[in-house]
């Protein structure tokens, strides 16, 4: 509940103010217990992690004994779950709360977890927990009727195999005693509201300057920049939360960079280009985040910072000499010298020269394209659609379809993709239909038809009177729906401005006719 509506319901309701530096020392002394029982130690949060004590024969006496003592240094309760894996030691971590243990042995594990249902497994949220349903899955023993072959297509490949190993308790995942950061980001989702593109470049702007402030304190620099925007949902109302972001759309693009950077002026060019490409309404904008990954350490700021950080795997980086890993080694042990790789100290300056100019083109063909996606919207919004004969060249085919990437979308989404294949495949019954139609027919009697007759009546051989007792005179061209018009047949479109050209011309000779009177 929102504390606003609790305030409602209860005004003398008495909120517990956040005491940081509290749960700081509080998660400090807990960890300094649990590093003496063992030094394999995975952290997942301030209060939580994960223990190897596989050197231990009797592990439910070392949960008692771990929990007293956490209670006695830190005044808090702890719950422990005892399994052979990560996954085990989760389920049964639940079933101990609150202030208790469970241990979970492998031989029981299937018969425990078939009575779970599927959003107790790790990593089933909302979204997978509709499409498991969507297959009537409803709890653990449900998986267990389906191949891993048919729960990766339904589910996408590692998804589906972790789902089948979770359903009969295996569970592979190895312990990370020392994990490499991955990403490096700043964002904002609450008290977002803006009236003019303006303000939204200045709030990227800030954006860029605080993580490029943040990268360089860190020691870190980044070779792809990630760009989230949160957009309000067409139609959606105030949210229940008070200048909360409430119904949007996630929008986040991926931007390669030719180099290692953590300037300000970089990240922000490149974001403020993504922006400006998705010509998203500043007043619909609820959210902006932007991420580092791809990261490698700055040579500059390690006197600094040392080797505190953790850096990302990242295959185009280059190969340190073993030369200069040696110098490196030997420059640690001597804050005062700065650290500087041997590639940037013989650095030429042709090479200089040559990263200006990549960077350069590089500039010039992101704004090409961004001109060119511009120029292409505007052609699209001011083209009249294809003509009816050039729509199947248009229509979404089935083999156009990834089934790895299908499954893993929203539901709605899959239903409006099924829904498009089954209007493509009633308009090529249609298409068909109509060919079989026309070929029974010879050229030559389609064009005396036509002759003779004509889809309007030539307004050369019609009298007034006739005009008015027996042909209803059709609006001009302008009055028809464009989207109409677009639907019809080739033929007919073109019979219409036919028509509507002959009756422009017919009304100028009558106007010519009476100013000669």
Known sequence: MMIGKAKKLNPNI??????????????????????????????????????????????????????????????????VGIGSNLFLARLATKKAKPNGQFYLRSEEAMAYISGLSVRELPGVGWSLAHRLLALNIHKCEDIMKYSKEFLQHKLGEKTGERIYNHARGIDASPLKTLQQRKSIGIGASWGIRMTSTEQARKFISDLSFALSDRMMK??????????????????????????????????????????????????????????????????????????????????????????????????????????????????????????????????????????????????????????????????????????????????????????????????????????????????????????KGTKKESKKQNRENIQKKPFFPPLDTTTVEEEKSEVVDLPSLSQIDRDIFSDLPGKIQREIILYDKQRKEKEKERLDRERAK
């Not at 909120?15 to 995975?42: A, C, G, H, N, W």
């Open 218 to 435: 860190a020691g870190l620099l980044a070779k792809t920049i990630v760009f989230k925007l949160l957009v309000r949902q067409k139609g959606a109302g105030e949210p229940r939360k008070f200048l909360g972001h409430g119904a949007v759309d996630s929008l986040s693009r991926s931007i390669h960079l030719g180099n290692y950077t953590n300037q300000h002026q970089d990240i922000y060019d490149q974001c403020v280009l993504v922006f400006s490409s998705l010509d998203i309404p500043a007043e619909d904008i609820r959210g902006c985040f932007i991420h580092g990954v791809k990261l490698k350490r700055s040579d500059s700021d390690i006197d600094q910072q040392g080797d505190e950080q953790g850096f990302g795997d990242d295959e185009d980086a280059v190969d340190v000499d073993p030369y200069e890993e040696r110098l490196r080694k030997h420059l640690k042990n001597n804050k005062k010298m700065k650290i500087v790789t041997l590639s940037q100290h013989f650095k030429t300056e042709d090479d200089i020269e040559m990263q200006k100019a990549n960077k350069a083109n590089q500039e010039q063909e992101a704004k090409e394209k961004l001109i060119s996606k511009q120029f292409e919207k505007l052609k699209e919004d001011w083209t009249v659609k294809r003509q009816r004969e050039s729509v199947k060249e248009d229509l979404l085919k089935e083999e156009q379809i990834d089934q790895s990437i299908f499954t893993t979308l929203p539901i709605s989404l899959q239903k409006e993709i099924l829904q498009l294949l089954e209007q493509t495949k009633r308009k090529r019954i249609r298409e068909h239909e109509d060919e």
């Open 14 to 79: 008495i909120v517990v103010p956040y005491t940081f530096d509290k749960y700081e020392k509080i998660s400090r002394l807990m960890y300094s217990v649990l590093l003496k029982y063992s030094t394999k130690l995975q952290v997942v949060s301030c209060d939580e992690a994960y223990l190897d004590v596989s050197h231990e024969n009797n592990p439910e006496d070392l949960a008692r004994k771990l929990r007293k003592e956490v209670y006695d240094v830190t005044g808090c309760t702890a719950s």
